[in-house]
């Protein structure tokens, strides 16, 4: 059949198509259906522990074959897991064929800010003799989710990957994500794909080793996800604020569940799990978070630059006069309860942050596009900035702090 075939057997063939005919070419709409997959379960690698093995569908030899990447901060405060992860493979052996020993990565922001990290894996992918259909399991903490997740977008255009979230912000927010990226040329997450995993299993036995920084970072996601989504779900973060610092797993896992589910659900039901549209109604505080971290070189951590991104557009609200004095200080001080600090000294070099916003807008495409809040749980796109007041909404962290 010609490509500019317009006879109406091949309109027949293609009715479930939108199709344009130009003078010389083919126009069409077509659509794909994914699977995502969150699940939630204590001690992943426990023998007895099914949810691995119910996730993984043989491929050769009635096996299924698979890889393990494993983020360096959870090796070095777990020092049994790689035994642990072992003994599970061997006594699945009759349906799992693991590629290779364990491979530790390393963790934090650093894979992905150093590209010979990504190229390492690339190479293990390719000694391992990996196919599309194998899986590439991956555990650790948002960075090496990011960059693991990455190589494994690249390899044979994909292989299945199963992310084991380590953080309390991956569980609460990143794994959930479709976005595998890493950092390059002073942007964050400048180069990645959309890729929806094969599985995310959120372990909440994974997350006693954290420190106790790491631990609190995740709860500016849960708190952002609140203010875009959820009145009820702030109220019940504002109760439990010194739940949270003091390391109750319970009170923390319900609040970290709510959050990751709403994630989920901005994927699986939005309309634009591949950000093809102007807003990023998830992205509240990022303009300014993602470019404090650049700034800081890493120094601030996602969480914390996120907890401070939130603090300066929600100042900018209260001063644009679309949020109210009392609901700006119930953030504020949820924020500073949880144990944000809310200023960092590079904040001083202001016009340097604002660039943040062109950075934002040019990673969207062009037309700016934040979210703004008018009150808890009631979130608007504004697409303009006024500078003058976002200048005073950082010089009232300044003041503050
Ligand atoms: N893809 C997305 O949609 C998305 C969304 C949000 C954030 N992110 C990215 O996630 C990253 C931040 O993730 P993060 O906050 O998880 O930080 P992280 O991945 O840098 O981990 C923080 C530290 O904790 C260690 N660690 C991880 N799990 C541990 C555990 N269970 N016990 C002890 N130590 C552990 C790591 O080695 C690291 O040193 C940033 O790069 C951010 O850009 C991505
Ligand atoms: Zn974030």
């Known amino acids: 059949m010609r490509y500019d075939d317009n006879s109406l057997d091949y309109q027949k063939n293609q009715t479930h198509l939108q199709k344009k ?3 010389a070419g083919l126009e069409a709409t077509f659509s794909l259906e994914y699977k995502h997959r969150l699940m939630f379960t204590r001690n992943v690698f426990d023998p007895d522990n099914s949810l691995l093995l119910d996730l993984l569908e043989p491929t050769r030899d009635n096996k299924a074959k698979v890889a393990v990447f494993i983020d360096s901060g959870v090796v070095n405060t777990n020092s049994m897991l790689i035994d642990q992860i072992n003994a599970f493979m061997q006594g699945h052996a009759s349906q799992i064929e693991l590629a290779s020993d364990v491979q530790v990565v390393p963790g934090s922001e650093e894979i992905k800010n150093v590209h010979r990290n990504v190229e390492l894996i690339l190479k293990d992918v ?3 003799g990996l196919c599309r259909k194998s899986y590439v399991i991956v555990i650790g903490g948002g960075a090496v989710l990011d960059a693991v997740g990455f190589a ?3 390899a044979h255009r ?6 084991v979230a380590t953080t309390t912000m991956s569980q609460s927010d990143s794994a959930m994500g479709v976005k595998n990226s890493i950092n390059a040329f002073e942007k964050k997450n400048f180069l990645g794909f959309f890729t929806v995993p094969w599985a995310v299993i959120n372990d909440e036995s994974l997350l006693k080793s954290l420190s106790d920084r790491d631990w609190v970072q995740g709860f500016s996601e849960v708190v952002k996800v609140a203010l875009l989504k959820d009145k009820d779900l702030f109220g019940r973060i504002e109760e439990h604020t010194a739940h949270i610092r003091d390391r109750n797993v319970p009170a923390a896992v319900s609040l970290i569940r709510e959050s990751a589910k709403y994630h989920f659900e901005h994927i699986t039901l939005n309309g634009d799990p591949f950000e093809l549209q102007d807003a990023r109604p998830l992205d509240f505080g990022h303009w300014s ?3 404090l971290e650049q700034m800081t070189h890493f120094e601030l951590g996602h969480g914390e630059a996120v907890a401070i991104g939130l603090a300066i557009d929600t100042t900018y609200a209260n001063l644009m006069g679309w949020l109210s004095d009392s609901e700006h200080h119930r953030i504020i001080t949820t924020l500073q ?3 944000f600090k809310l200023f960092h000294p ?7 942050l604002l660039k ?3 950075e934002f807008r040019e990673h969207l495409g062009g037309k700016l596009t934040i979210p703004m809040l008018r009150g808890i749980g009631e979130p608007f796109d504004v697409h303009e900035i006024d500078t003058e007041q976002m200048r005073n909404a950082i010089t009232y962290l300044a003041d503050l702090s």
Request: hydrophobic share 40%; glycine share 10%.
């Open 21 to 23: 005919v130009y003078p």
């Open 126 to 128: 390719s000694q391992f």
């Open 289 to 291: 978070a993602h470019k």
């Open 152 to 154: 494994v977008s690249m």
């Open 346 to 352: 590079v904040m001083e070099h202001t016009s340097y």
């Open 337 to 339: 309860q949880l144990g």
């Open 158 to 163: 994909g292989i299945r990957l199963i992310r």
């Open 356 to 358: 943040g916003l062109d």
